[in-house]
């Protein structure tokens, strides 16, 4: 077995982490899953290739809303509980049992993003919150520590943003995707072509769908993050072109 290279971070050698990214995460949870469900593939009867490319502009584009980069973290033990009671799917507000999570950084760092992943929990920076807010997004904002290995806390207040709403936004006759569960009780698992109903979108600047855990964001919301310089990444569904 190969050994892993090792990175210096403040003239300390520490093994370099495997990149995790937005595709393998997906995956990585998809296997968890399994676990406990039955996968079942599913393809619509309409869908089209997969491996055929759609274009979508303006007001009708949407983007995976990912991290702005990978940082290694664990949940502090005597918060799991907490961190695994909140559910993507569940839209009713949290805030009233919610204590603050401590996140463990496995490294020191002098910068965090404005946005990382933590399974299915996107922890934000203020600045993203207050533009999260601009947009009059219909969140929640349950408030997280964040501690280096030295025991310090980062000074800026992190939040997990907890969408209030699920959307019924995805057209799943017209997509081709992997799912878990039978009938109308599934999640879906994995999209080769995922396409998504603007009207059912109405207008939103960040949203999560039904039946998946991910969350998206409007042209206009991206578009705001870039002008801002903010650390956030954004993808393109899958099935659309690429092309920003």
């Known amino acids: 077995m190969r050994k892993p290279h090792s990175v210096s971070r403040k003239g300390v050698q520490v093994p370099k982490m ?20 039955i996968r079942i593939p599913w393809v619509a ?37 907490v961190w695994k ?8 507000p949290q805030a009233a049992g919610w204590r603050p999570v401590t996140i463990q950084l496995e490294f020191e760092l002098d910068e965090l993003p404005d946005l990382f992943r933590s399974g299915s929990k996107y922890v934000i920076s203020p600045k993203l919150r207050r533009l999260c807010e601009r947009f009059h997004t219909k969140s929640e904002y349950l408030p997280v520590k964040i501690a280096q290995p030295s025991g310090n806390l980062w000074p800026e207040q992190y939040a997990v943003m907890h969408p209030l709403e699920v959307i019924d936004c995805i057209d799943f006759e017209k997509s081709d ?27 939103r600047a960040v949203f999560r769908p039904q039946r998946y855990s991910p969350i998206f964001a409007s042209e206009a919301f991206r578009q705001a993050v870039l002008r801002a310089r903010l650390a956030v990444d954004f993808y393109a569904p899958e099935g659309q072109e690429p092309k920003v």
């Open 177 to 203: 995707f992997d799912r878990y569960g039978s009938g109308d009780n599934f999640i879906v698992a994995r999209f080769r072509r995922l396409v998504l109903r603007p009207e059912k979108i109405a207008g």
């Open 45 to 81: 009867g309409r869908s089209v290739s997969h491996d055929q490319k759609v274009t979508i502009g303006g007001r009708d584009r949407f983007w995976y809303l990912d991290s702005g980069a990978e940082v290694p973290h664990d949940v502090a033990d005597r918060d799991r509980i």
């Open 18 to 37: 495997i990149v995790v990214t937005r595709r393998n995460l997906l995956t990585l949870a998809a296997g968890a899953a399994a676990t406990f469900l």
């Open 85 to 92: 009671a909140l559910k993507d799917q569940r839209s009713e």
